[in-house]
């Protein structure tokens, strides 16, 4: 079983900074993706932003404003947000894919106030 820690959620004024981040631990074999995905009110969850193995990719939302990053020694993965919106208020989720199986953090909330 593979365990996710996540941290750094939190509440900021709209064009602040924040930065995630997502340890796994535990029976890791060979971790493909790492990613972030986030639930708003009343909405599905949806991929924010994924590091794979040779690339990353964005929704389109959040492209210039937010960064991932994967530290493989330390199983980890990193999301910093900058200039941050009210829209992008939402519960925030680590997911690591360790094939065959996907793993999902706890979620961590994010609250951009206006």
């Known amino acids: 079983q593979v365990q996710l820690a996540e941290s750094g959620g939190g509440l900021v004024q709209a064009g602040g900074s924040l930065r995630l981040s997502c340890a796994a631990s535990?029976?890791?074999?060979?971790?493909?993706?790492m990613g972030w995905y986030r639930q708003a009110p009343g909405k599905q969850r949806e991929l924010v932003a994924r590091?794979?193995?040779?690339?990353?990719d964005y929704a389109d939302s959040v492209k210039g404003r937010f960064t991932v990053s994967r530290d493989n020694a330390k199983n980890s993965v990193y999301l910093q947000m900058n200039s941050l919106k009210p829209e992008d208020t939402g519960v925030y989720y680590c997911?690591?894919?360790?094939?065959?199986?996907?793993?999902w953090g706890q979620g961590t909330q994010v609250t951009v106030s206006s």
């Open positions: 590091a794979t193995k040779a690339s990353t």
């Open positions: 997911n690591v894919v360790d094939p065959p199986r996907s793993y």
């Open positions: 535990g029976w890791i074999f060979s971790i493909d993706n």
